[in-house]
């Protein structure tokens, strides 16, 4: 089966920028999407299609697939930023969806 | 509006069965490709099974044999049934919504419904 990983931690101060990864085997062959959980909530999704935004999610989000990694950037990281954060794609070999472990993002 | 609501959460028995249902409004549930996230305490998210609008159904290996998606049209409402629970099963269960078209992401969630598997 098909298997992303995400480091399981990221530390940013206020006003740089995080930089989150999940790595999958050729992931960039595939469509990669970004979920945003806080504490007690469903995730929402920051990202699709590798660097599409949704409206209503800030341009502050960004994101870029190629090769093994997919990678979501968040610059000038605010407090409100602070929660999981877990990467997406579909396995159109099973029908399956498979999501990372996900990253605790940590503003400082 | 649209959204997702789940129901049927609650304390199981292990050997026992679970089934939570999913009430949309705004949408056809039967129009669109709508799935089953978990997240068990602490944990991440797992997905769990999707219902394509043409009816087939898919399952996650960890719950392949004992776990059922159904959906009711006159209700408008997605279940998920699942047999032979073990405390690996206690989660939060999400319904999810699969973009329109040709997008492979899930635009919608409900807010989860806590499922708890304890003797």
């Known amino acids: 089966s098909y298997v992303l990983t995400q480091p399981p931690s990221v530390s940013v101060a206020p006003g740089q920028t995080a930089t989150l990864t999940c790595e999958g085997d050729n992931i960039g062959s595939k469509s990669a999407h970004w979920y945003q959980q806080k504490p007690g909530q469903a995730p929402v999704v920051v990202v699709y299609d590798d660097s599409d935004r949704p409206s209503g999610v800030t341009e502050r989000f960004s994101g870029s697939n190629s090769g093994n990694t997919a990678t979501l950037t968040i610059s000038r990281v605010e407090a409100g930023d602070e929660a999981d954060y877990y990467c997406?794609?579909?396995?159109?070999?099973?029908?399956?969806?498979?999501f990372g472990g996900g990253t605790q993002l940590t503003v400082l | 509006d649209v959204q997702l609501v789940e129901t049927g959460g609650g304390l199981i028995q292990p050997g026992g069965s679970l089934r939570v249902a999913c009430a949309a409004t705004g949408f056809t549930v039967s129009s669109n490709y709508m799935a089953w996230v978990r997240q068990a305490p602490g944990k991440g998210l797992e997905w769990v099974s999707i219902?394509?609008?043409?009816?087939?159904?898919y399952y996650a290996d960890s719950v392949k044999g004992r776990c059922t998606i159904s959906r009711d049209k006159s209700k408008n409402t997605m279940f998920l049934q699942l047999d032979g629970v073990t405390t690996e099963d206690t989660a939060v269960y999400y319904c999810?919504?699969?973009?329109?078209?040709?997008?492979?992401?899930?635009?919608?969630w409900g807010q989860g419904t806590l499922v708890t598997v304890s003797s």
């Open positions: 997406q794609v579909w396995d159109g070999n099973s029908d399956h969806g498979v």
């Open positions: 219902m394509y609008s043409g009816g087939s159904t």
């Open positions: 999810a919504r699969k973009a329109n078209g040709f997008y492979t992401y899930f635009d919608l």
